[in-house]
């Protein structure tokens, strides 16, 4: 019988740790491996700026231009009708669609103060989308963007150096061993 009483306290003792457990936070699946690895990965993967998770190149592209436009400050009606037009235009979208990316990218670029600094890690997940023809048509696009109100200033210039600078590394690492 005093077994009996022993393993009843024990199964009780045990039940009285989960629920405590379970209210504290604590949940039996963190102790899945499986589990544990799928949630550090979106956590890694929500932990992550928006800006730096672009992963075709026409995003990447609406950014760039975005930034270059907005290197001077504030971007005026005229610089908005066109980067609309560009991204009709060039970057081949429809005019709801164009709207939309230069909204999207005003907001992915609401927090960046300085682009060049992180060009690497904004062009790191798109860059093997660009074609050689896709990274001169981006370039001229940024310069035909700098010279929409007066000529190029210095920041303007260091961000279209650096995307280019990017890009060739980025080339010439694919051609060596």
């Not at 231009?65 to 037009?85: P, R």
Request: hydrophobic share 40%.
């Amino acid at each position: 019988m005093h077994i009996v009483i022993a393993a009843i306290t024990a199964i009780g003792g045990l039940i009285w740790a989960l629920v405590a457990l379970h209210r504290s936070g604590f949940t039996l699946s963190y102790l899945d491996p499986f589990a544990w690895y799928r949630l550090t990965q979106w956590k890694n993967r929500l932990a992550i700026n928006p800006l730096y998770n672009l992963e075709t190149p026409v995003e990447a592209a609406a950014v760039l231009l975005l930034g270059v436009a907005k290197c001077e400050g504030e971007i005026s009606s005229e610089q908005k009708k066109e980067l609309t037009s560009i991204f009709e235009n060039d970057l081949h979208q429809t005019p709801d669609d164009a709207a939309e990316l230069l909204v999207s990218s005003a907001y992915l670029t609401r927090n960046e103060i300085y682009l060049v600094d992180n060009i690497h890690k904004i062009l790191e997940k798109s860059a093997d989308g660009f074609a050689q023809t896709h990274v001169q048509s981006l370039l001229s696009l940024m310069r035909r963007v700098s010279t929409l109100d007066g000529p190029t200033n210095q920041e303007q210039e260091k961000l279209i150096g650096e995307t280019d600078r990017y890009f060739k590394t980025k080339a010439s690492r694919k051609s060596a061993w």
